[in-house]
């Protein structure tokens, strides 16, 4: 089979299903970035964060929110703030995917799921900012 731009868009969807299990079982969030193919391989850019840390000094989801926050209009204080929603549930913020541009702050739903490593949701920047102020 050749490699060609068709067949690594397809390999990209059939990469995300596979993928889709080993970020339930690892409770990681796997992002496929960019993919390059020749004639014969394609190259893959995985990026892999742990998305069940704690909140604490060192973790990658808090550096991570603490380096990006300001782009959309968040302070670094505002990790791990807690936030009820228009639905009456309670909200914890737990990370940021800075790529994303539409749904790029990460929550926990502390109502349904407690505080443990389930539930996570995402929002839009605007919305949490008129949920936390």
């Known amino acids: 089979m050749a ?9 990209r969807t059939d990469l995300n299903e596979a993928l889709a299990e080993l970020k339930k079982k690892y409770d990681f969030d796997i992002e496929v970035g960019n993919m390059r193919f ?3 391989s394609i190259s893959v850019k995985l990026e892999v964060a742990d998305i069940s840390n704690p909140v ?7 550096s991570l929110f603490n380096e990006y926050c300001f782009r959309f209009g968040l302070a670094t204080s505002h990790y791990g ?9 309670r909200h914890k913020i737990v ?3 800075p790529r994303s ?3 790029p702050i990460l929550t926990r739903n502390l109502t349904t799921h407690g505080d443990g490593t389930e539930g996570t949701t995402k929002w839009n920047a605007t919305t949490i900012k008129g949920f936390i102020s």
Do not use: D, H, L
Request: charged share 20%; proline share 0%.
């Open 95 to 97: 990370g940021i995917k």
């Open 56 to 62: 604490g000094a060192n973790s990658v989801n808090e």
């Open 81 to 89: 703030k807690t936030f009820t929603c228009n639905k009456g549930q």
């Open 38 to 40: 020749s004639s014969n």
């Open 101 to 103: 541009r539409k749904y």
């Open 3 to 11: 490699i060609t731009k068709q067949t690594c868009s397809q390999f």
